[in-house]
């Protein structure tokens, strides 16, 4: 397990004015990683390195077992996947420490409702790029579909935002943001 994360890429306490969620502890406390369930995970990782620049971050996972039983809840477990390593971590001391993007994929998949970004529970991941449209073209040609449309609006105190949704080729929703 690697050592704690460097200053720079833990959460600041300064958080907005008025603010009292943070909470001094002991403990270190960093996020991790995003993990997508796939049907097949090496053809969504191809997908995440294609249009987003995402980097494999070995190795690759091969797991069961009673322990991930035991911590997933989920009855003769048995997974396999990888982690990616998500743009824009690239700066010293926090390449290989940054959140990763985790797909795997079960032997065992349940089945789930067609992605709604109105649905409750974890609604999309989101990139922030330089260009939405040539961003947008890149999922498609990789697999993916539209879900939405390209909008603009001011947002006050924070800038100009140029987004879309879209979708993977699995249906997860994904945000294709720029800010000005």
């Not at 600041?12 to 796939?38: D, F, K, W």
């Amino acid at each position: 397990m690697p050592g704690p994360a460097p200053a720079f890429c833990s959460p600041v306490p300064a958080l907005a004015s008025g603010c009292r969620c943070y909470h001094e502890t002991l403990m270190q406390i960093r996020y991790a990683h995003t993990n997508i369930i796939a049907e097949d995970w090496q053809a969504l990782a191809e997908f995440y390195c294609a249009v987003f620049h995402c980097v494999p971050q070995p190795p690759g996972r091969r797991q069961s077992g009673r322990w991930l039983e035991k911590g997933t809840a989920v009855n003769d477990a048995e997974l396999q996947g990888m982690h990616l390593r998500l743009p824009g971590y690239d700066f010293p001391g926090c390449e290989e420490n940054g959140p990763t993007l985790e797909i795997y994929q079960y032997a065992q998949i349940l089945d789930r409702p067609e992605a709604a970004a109105n649905r409750k529970g974890y609604g999309h991941i989101a990139f922030q790029v330089d260009d939405v449209e040539q961003v947008r073209r890149q999922v498609l040609m990789h697999g993916g579909q539209s879900l939405g449309e390209i909008s603009q609006t001011e947002v006050e105190g924070v800038g100009h935002l140029t987004f879309t949704y879209m979708k993977d080729p699995e249906g997860n929703i994904v945000e294709i943001q720029q800010w000005d």
